[in-house]
T-cell receptor, first 115, second 111 residues
Framework: DVKVTQSSRYLVKRTGEKVFLECVQDMDHENMFWYRQDPGLGLRLIYFSYDVKMKEKGDIPEGYSVSREKKERFSLILESASTNQTSMYLC??????????????FGPGTRLTVT | GQQVMQIPQYQHVQEGEDFTTYCNSSTTLSNIQWYKQRPGGHPVFLIQLVKSGEVKKQKRLTFQFGEAKKNSSLHITATQTTDVGTYFCAGRNTGGFKTIFGAGTRLFVKA
């Protein structure tokens, strides 16, 4: 069974704090993704990574950065948290084979509240 | 840029009624995926459609991919309370490598 874990289910941070959200997958997947989920907006891609140390901006990268030092771990960083970053954050991973699209396996999510 | 629109946003049905959610893309898709997210849970993959006009069934669920590969639908026959949740479509643009999610349709089933 593919397992994607996220470091916290719930997190409360103050405005201006630096926030790290960690994601680990155990299936040796090349691709990893960070989304945020807000009511009525669905899943919006923040960043994705197709290999170690490789990253690509998604649709809403502003205010976020990522790190992928090891294949199994993909971190999302909020350099200076703001209240508009209060959201549910979902990590996902998938295989990557040239030309193909594979199902994404999601972690349980981290509900971040910035006060 | 590529957009994937999904309607309706919400649907309330009586148990036993049918349900359909529709997904439309502004561009031609190379494939489309469907996911289900139970309340309080995370999205779980249901199926992927690749061919023009493709139809796939999973028990009471029927998935279709349009001939032009720009739209898709998920139809549930005789809904049950276990069908509650949010259904997302996700499409990959032809020639692209990003998968874009629709906003989802939240299904409520009244027993």
């Amino acid at each position: 069974d593919v397992k994607v874990t996220q470091s916290s289910r719930y997190l409360v941070k103050r405005t201006g704090e630096k926030v790290f959200l960690e994601c680990v997958q155990d299936m040796d997947h090349e691709n990893m993704f960070w989304y945020r989920q807000d009511p009525g907006l669905g899943l919006r891609l923040i960043y994705f990574s197709y290999d170690v140390k490789m990253k690509e901006k998604g649709d809403i990268p502003e205010g976020y950065s990522v790190s992928r030092e090891k294949k199994e771990r993909f971190s999302l960083i909020l350099e200076s948290a703001s209240t508009n970053q209060t959201s549910m954050y979902l990590c996902a991973s998938s295989l990557s084979v040239a030309g193909g699209t594979y199902e994404q396996y999601f972690g349980p999510g981290t509900r971040l509240t910035v006060t | 840029g590529q957009q994937v629109m999904q309607i309706p946003q919400y649907q309330h049905v009586q148990e036993g009624e049918d349900f359909t959610t529709y997904c439309n893309s502004s561009t031609t898709l190379s494939n489309i995926q469907w996911y289900k997210q139970r309340p309080g849970g995370h999205p779980v993959f249901l199926i992927q459609l690749v061919k023009s006009g493709e139809v796939k069934k999973q028990k009471r669920l029927t998935f279709q991919f349009g001939e032009a590969k720009k739209n898709s639908s998920l139809h549930i026959t005789a809904t049950q309370t276990t069908d509650v949740g949010t259904y997302f479509c996700a499409g990959r643009n032809t020639g692209g490598f990003k998968t874009i999610f629709g906003a989802g349709t939240r299904l409520f089933v009244k027993a």
